[in-house]
């Protein structure tokens, strides 16, 4: 494992309407973040509306946050490659690892193979217009500017994190504490393996018709959509739209019967399977939720 990795800290979640995607992930019972612009996603000076929304969960590395961002990119002012990035249908668009010395990870990576990423830093003041609280962001990011392999990454580091550590935002009515699997459809494990071993300098872990590493307390899985299928109904699959999900997400719950009578007042449907909770795509804004509690 690439020593300037520790953890997997967030995923970037396409979608195409921020009003929409916080109304339902409100509905799931989530705590979420007001509407934060992004230039590079085609907001702010811009002038357009690119942005997310978060849902802030509890991290267990005192140097990492972990939470879902919730992105759009407005297509007539996002840059070209955030914009690719974001016009896939709802899903995995990125998977933010957390880590240090990040130019060494990017030099890194390049003598992998992998295309170079930009450095950038952002160190700003953010008000949050719903409470008026005031919080300084403070980070650095490797940007990538070209297509990386099947699926996008880059890393962060943090130099602020109280921002992303406010109890107001960490609480959530479902029970939720923090997201710790990420499971993504890939037609070519072949390719995802090669990509995984330049990614992280070691080689997944192989079992059957599915690769996973584990970085931290989270971790990545890529399996065929054969086993996809066999693993969920084509009901929980389903999306709003007829399409079928290809990204599901482990969240850990302090109770999965806080979690069920949650979802069921805010009339969400759900399906028990074995000893998780499992929230249709047709639900969730185009990804499966995959609620579970911690094991004794």
Request: charge should be negative.
């Amino acid at each position: 494992m690439r020593p300037e990795l520790f953890g997997l800290d967030h995923l970037m979640i396409a979608t195409a309407s921020l009003p929409d995607v916080r109304r339902t992930y409100e509905r799931l019972g989530f705590t979420v973040t007001p509407y934060r612009s992004n230039e590079p996603m085609g907001g702010g000076k811009t002038g357009g509306r690119g942005g997310n929304h978060l849902v802030m969960m509890t991290a267990t590395d005192a140097r990492m946050a972990n939470y879902l961002e919730l992105a759009y990119a407005d297509p007539a002012y996002a840059a070209p490659y955030v914009k690719s990035l974001l016009s896939r249908p709802a899903g995995l668009a990125m998977l933010v690892h957390s880590g240090e010395a990040l130019r060494d990870l990017d030099a890194g990576w390049q003598a992998a193979g992998l295309p170079g990423c930009e450095v950038y830093e952002l160190n700003t003041l953010f008000t949050d217009d719903e409470s008026g609280v005031t919080d300084r962001i403070h980070f650095e990011v490797l940007v990538p500017t070209a297509h990386q392999g099947p699926f996008a990454v880059n890393a962060c580091r943090y130099f602020e994190l109280n921002h992303y550590r406010r109890p107001d935002w960490v609480a959530h009515e479902n029970g939720a504490l923090r997201w710790d699997q990420v499971t993504i459809v890939q037609d070519d494990l072949t390719a995802v393996d090669a990509y995984l071993q330049k990614i992280y300098d070691a080689a997944p872990d192989r079992a059957g018709d599915s690769l996973s590493v584990r970085v931290g307390d989270q971790s990545l899985v890529a399996i065929t959509p054969e086993t996809f299928t066999e693993k969920f109904s084509d009901a929980v699959r389903r999306r709003s739209d007829g399409s079928q999900a290809d990204t599901a997400i482990g969240i850990l719950t302090q109770s999965l019967e806080k979690t069920r009578t949650c979802l069921a007042e805010n009339s969400v449907p759900s399906i028990q399977l074995d000893d998780r909770l499992v929230v249709p795509a047709s639900a969730c804004d185009g990804v499966i939720l995959i609620f579970h509690e911690a094991a004794e």
